[in-house]
């Protein structure tokens, strides 16, 4: 391949999975709960790292670089090991983004579940000095932290994003019921307060 079709291949790539990276997926984000996401980012990791590989490969490699000595051929090849390993992070943004705007296509069914909001506590030299709700309030947004109830999790929590009115609804509750809505790849998105 031309050098001049691997350096538009690189910037078209570079340029779609930055806006991907910081644009659409924390978007996308909102719509989904943060447990979901890290199931969907596991099991897409093997085709994240297949295609950086090949994107690595198509963006770093040139037939007439690699002819030489052994230890020439195992040097260009870590270089497209390491160039592999730098992109894996957009790679693996462009893919969770596309997956999570596909899952959105259809409406399967939806699905009633509990959302128990988190507490947060704060101490000083031993003490208690405050405790409440995790809320985490930005702009007109409000995420509010928690758990689905009767849901495993490893050690992370889930946020819900939500607008001023919606937040009024569960502000002084503990525990409240939501709606989402299963999508193409049974992935639940768009969490809907119930009353």
Do not use: C
Request: proline share 3%.
């Amino acid at each position: 391949m031309k050098r001049q079709t691997r350096i538009i291949i690189a910037i078209v790539f570079l340029l779609t999975s930055l806006l991907s990276s910081f644009y659409f997926l924390p978007k996308e984000s909102e719509l989904y709960l943060k447990s979901d996401i890290s199931e969907l980012r596991s099991s897409i990791l093997p085709i994240s790292i297949l295609l950086s590989i090949v994107l690595a490969f198509i963006i770093a490699f040139h037939k007439s670089e690699f002819n030489g000595g052994k230890w020439s051929k195992a040097i260009y090849i870590g270089y497209i090991g390491i160039t592999s390993y730098l992109i894996l992070s957009l790679t693996s943004d462009l893919l969770t983004t596309i997956a999570l705007k596909t899952n959105r296509i259809t409406k399967n069914e939806t699905v009633n579940k509990n959302f128990v909001i988190s507490t947060f506590t704060v101490t000083t030299n031993g003490e208690l000095t405050e405790s409440g709700p995790w809320v985490i309030r930005s702009e007109n947004k409000y995420e509010v932290r928690g758990r689905i109830k009767d849901k495993s999790y490893e050690d992370d929590v889930d946020g819900i994003f939500m607008d001023k009115n919606d937040y009024a609804k569960i502000e002084h509750k503990e525990e409240f019921k939501i709606t989402l809505s299963n999508g193409l790849f049974g992935i639940p998105y768009e969490p809907i307060i119930n009353d």
